[in-house]
């Protein structure tokens, strides 16, 4: 080690042990902030007064408790609120949607199956069997199409609040 390193790290050392010399004194120095008891009383009322700490620190310490179980009661709750039911909300207005799509899926292919027994049926003259399959594919296109309407529809209204 050079000197100029070890005088920096000897004077840096020497300003610390002055400046905690410094506090020591001006603590020692300051008047006691408790008044003077006499000195038969002081062990019991130290014993009296500590014990009344004690209780005090307790009691603070219980009170701390239930109001931390409280708060975390509380927050769990605004943060469910806050976090959960909007997502339950949306998944919900999601899941209408799904299932509101896949049910006009299902009435777009029963269109197209009711258009082509249309023109077989056309072609082949008046046959019952292609006419009640005509009737069912209509049927079930427009029993689709309202699920899936009401499903768009149920979306809507869950999406707005009501």
Known sequence: MDSVRFGRALGVGARAAAKTLVTAVDAAATPNPSPARKPEQKNAGKAAASGERLGQQVARSATQAVETTQGLKRGGKRFGQAVWKPFVKLSGVLWLELTGTFFGIFALFAVGGAWKMRTAMHESGVSPLAHERFEW?????????YFCVTSFLKARRRGRGR
């Open 137 to 145: 594919a209509v049927v079930m296109a427009l029993v689709f199409s």
